[in-house]
């Protein structure tokens, strides 16, 4: 079954096209991949998608739901965790928790168990802004888990992370696999190949190639996915 279906899905601001007329299906339960280098039109797409921006052309259905024609219903069943750490830096995690609890008409309870499921025990307590990098931006998927949704959009999850706290995030976003469909949007090769299931490569608001890493090397004849993005980007898809 199919979360979501993009067709012909096209962004224009002014004489700029952000987004040229794409088209894709994500399963239930896939970690989908947008791959692409700044300005690709991957977190344009995201917009659209989450209904923060109405597209110029084309529609894409979320859980049934038309992004066009059914906004508020693809809002009630999706969450976002944006490039920038959307926490409230004054309130603690447990706190920043139970607002969104509050928002979404979830329970007290609702945000207990998203503390465990995340970890974040040993910091529930503390104010936001004296996290780390690492745990805000744990905290800001965790709280876009709060409202138990179906489709979770992952803009950028680990930008601005070293290394190690970078791979202690997969680890928790690895953990929601199967249990919700996710898409992600990245330019860190190393992150697509350690979490997405499929791929698509984007470029000057096109997709370029979509398919499991070992599908794009093979279509590439390449022996990595750098090596495929390269070829790809460079338009030598066989």
Same mark, same amino acid.
């Given at each position: 079954?199919?979360?979501?279906?993009?067709?012909?899905?096209?962004?224009?601001?002014?004489?700029?096209?952000?987004?040229?007329?794409?088209?894709?299906?994500?399963?239930?339960?896939?970690?989908?991949?947008?791959?692409?280098?700044?300005?690709?039109?991957?977190?344009?797409?995201?917009?659209?998608?989450?209904?923060?921006?109405?597209?110029?052309?084309?529609?894409?259905?979320?859980?049934?739901?038309?992004?066009?024609?059914?906004?508020?219903?693809?809002?009630?069943?999706?969450?976002?965790?944006?490039?920038?750490?959307?926490?409230?830096?004054?309130?603690?995690?447990?706190?920043?928790?139970?607002?969104?609890?509050?928002?979404?008409?979830?329970?007290?309870?609702?945000?207990?168990?998203?503390?465990?499921?995340?970890?974040?025990?040993?910091?529930? /307590? $503390?104010? =936001?802004?004296?996290?780390?990098? !690492?745990?805000?931006?744990? #905290?800001?998927?965790?709280?876009? %888990? @709060?409202?138990?949704?179906?489709?979770?959009?992952?803009?950028?999850?680990?930008?601005?992370? /070293? $290394?190690? =706290?970078?791979?202690?995030?997969? !680890?928790?976003?690895?953990? #929601?696999?199967?249990?919700?469909? %996710? @898409?992600?949007?990245?330019?860190?090769?190393?992150?697509?190949?350690?979490?997405?299931?499929?791929?698509?490569?984007?470029?000057?608001?096109?997709?370029?190639?979509?398919?499991?890493?070992?599908?794009?090397?093979?279509?590439?004849?390449?022996?990595?996915?750098?090596?495929?993005?390269?070829?790809?980007?460079?338009?030598?898809?066989?």
């Amino acid at each position: 079954m199919k979360d979501i279906e993009i067709k012909g899905l096209s962004k224009n601001f002014g004489s700029k096209v952000a987004v040229d007329n794409i088209s894709l299906e994500v399963e239930r339960g896939e970690l989908f991949g947008l791959l692409g280098v700044n300005g690709a039109g991957k977190t344009t797409t995201i917009r659209m998608l989450c209904c923060l921006t109405q597209p110029s052309g084309g529609d894409a259905v979320v859980c049934g739901h038309s992004i066009v024609h059914e906004a508020q219903a693809v809002k009630s069943v999706i969450s976002v965790s944006p490039q920038e750490t959307s926490v409230a830096p004054n309130l603690t995690v447990r706190e920043n928790l139970r607002l969104i609890a509050g928002i979404y008409g979830r329970s007290v309870e609702q945000a207990e168990r998203v503390i465990g499921d995340f970890a974040l025990g040993e910091i529930a /307590d $503390v104010r =936001a802004k004296k996290l780390s990098g !690492g745990w805000q931006r744990r #905290l800001s998927i965790a709280m876009a %888990m @709060v409202s138990e949704p179906q489709v979770l959009f992952l803009d950028e999850p680990t930008l601005g992370l /070293d $290394v190690l =706290a970078r791979r202690e995030l997969w !680890g928790h976003i690895k953990s #929601l696999k199967g249990r919700i469909t %996710m @898409v992600l949007t990245t330019h860190y090769l190393e992150e697509v190949e350690a979490l997405c299931d499929r791929v698509a490569v984007m470029a000057g608001g096109r997709i370029l190639a979509m398919g499991t890493v070992p599908e794009l090397t093979a279509a590439t004849g390449t022996d990595s996915l750098e090596e495929a993005f390269i070829a790809i980007s460079e338009g030598k898809v066989k």
